[in-house]
T-cell receptor, first 113, second 114 residues
Framework: GQQLNQSPQSMFIQEGEDVSMNCTSSSIFNTWLWYKQDPGEGPVLLIALYKAGELTSNGRLTAQFGITRKDSFLNISASIPSDVGIYFCAGRVLSTNAGKSTFGDGTTLTVKP | NAGVMQNPRHLVRRRGQEARLRCSPMKGHSHVYWYRQLPEEGLKFMVYLQKENIIDESGMPKERFSAEFPKEGPSILRIQQVVRGDSAAYFC????????????FGPGTRLLVL
């Protein structure tokens, strides 16, 4: 089956620093998604990418859909304490119905004030 | 405008008992997805349902697990004769069912099997 490799597994950074994390896949996806999960909650969608090469921003977050369609990265600029959480990438294959998502294992972000 | 609702939020069962997890999709959504998350892992797809129809159950264990989404009422994920390895967070997501459309996740049910 499809697998996503997400790295790094965890990050400890100082408030104000920039953060970068990425996902790679052995197979092609038509959609890349980035989620954030807080403790005890479900994932919340941050950014959705639909085209190879697409670069999309959402406030301090920027994500790109790799040209090969097998990778994506997420950048967070000027981190703040509330950025703490687990970030997941997910890929989807386009189908006539909105299909399942394949998730990476997450990047746990800790921000020191 | 209520989001995806799941109940119970926490469920404790003894080995051999049955667990029933409920998911009410967002208003107007007719497609539901169930995912399982083990500690320190990502979400793993289990099953994708439309009203009264299972679209994709490729992630469902072959035994003890079943899911339904009736015409009326919430979607139900049922685990029979639970074992300790079933302890996990179970998340439901819903969507309108259009190709490429966003899925919205509920807060999850944390199942603990003693």
């Amino acid at each position: 089956g499809q697998q996503l490799n997400q790295s790094p597994q965890s990050m400890f950074i100082q408030e104000g620093e920039d953060v970068s994390m990425n996902c790679t896949s052995s197979s092609i996806f038509n959609t890349w998604l980035w989620y954030k999960q807080d403790p005890g909650e479900g994932p919340v969608l941050l950014i959705a990418l639909y085209k190879a090469g697409e670069l999309t921003s959402n406030g301090r977050l920027t994500a790109q859909f790799g040209i090969t369609r097998k990778d994506s990265f997420l950048n967070i600029s000027a981190s703040i304490p509330s950025d703490v959480g687990i970030y997941f990438c997910a890929g989807r294959v386009l189908s006539t119905n909105a299909g399942k998502s394949t998730f990476g294992d997450g990047t746990t972000l800790t921000v020191k004030p | 405008n209520a989001g995806v609702m799941q109940n119970p939020r926490h469920l404790v069962r003894r080995r051999g008992q049955e667990a029933r997890l409920r998911c009410s999709p967002m208003k107007g959504h007719s497609h539901v997805y169930w995912y399982r998350q083990l500690p320190e892992e990502g979400l793993k797809f289990m099953v994708y349902l439309q009203k009264e129809n299972i679209i994709d159950e490729s992630g469902m264990p072959k035994e003890r697990f079943s899911a339904e989404f009736p015409k009326e009422g919430p979607s139900i994920l049922r685990i029979q004769q639970v074992v300790r390895g079933d302890s996990a967070a179970y998340f439901c997501a819903s969507s309108l069912g259009l190709a490429g459309e966003t899925q919205y996740f509920g807060p999850g049910t944390r199942l603990l099997v003693l």
